[in-house]
């Protein structure tokens, strides 16, 4: 472009374009703060609910397979003994 004419009107709508917008992200920013202080003043906990909605924003599929490694890795390491899944499956292993 350091060959080319600047043509200013185009630049300065840009630029105006680009701030405008910057304005709106901050404006849209600070009523999510404002949602998720009501959420926590309502007696939610705020660091899940930001997990849920990060969650539910990924496919289905992707988060069941992450869910099967994390669990497993956590069987590995004889984590899940103490979850309802975990006591299940150790009575049933030393049922047999």
Excluded at 17 to 46: C, H, M, P, W
Excluded at 55 to 76: G, P, Q, T
Aim: hydrophobic letters at 40%.
């Amino acid at each position: 472009m350091t060959d080319e004419v600047v043509n200013n009107n185009q630049l300065q709508s840009i630029v105006e374009r680009i701030e405008r917008l910057e304005e709106e992200k901050k404006t849209i920013s600070d009523d999510i703060k404002e949602v998720f202080q009501e959420a926590k003043g309502n007696g939610y906990d705020i660091k899940i609910l930001r997990k849920v909605i990060a969650l539910r924003k990924r496919d289905a599929n992707e988060r069941a397979e992450e869910e099967a490694i994390l669990e497993l890795y956590m069987s590995a390491l004889g984590e899940l003994a103490d979850t309802p899944l975990g006591r299940a499956s150790v009575s049933r292993a030393f049922a047999a």
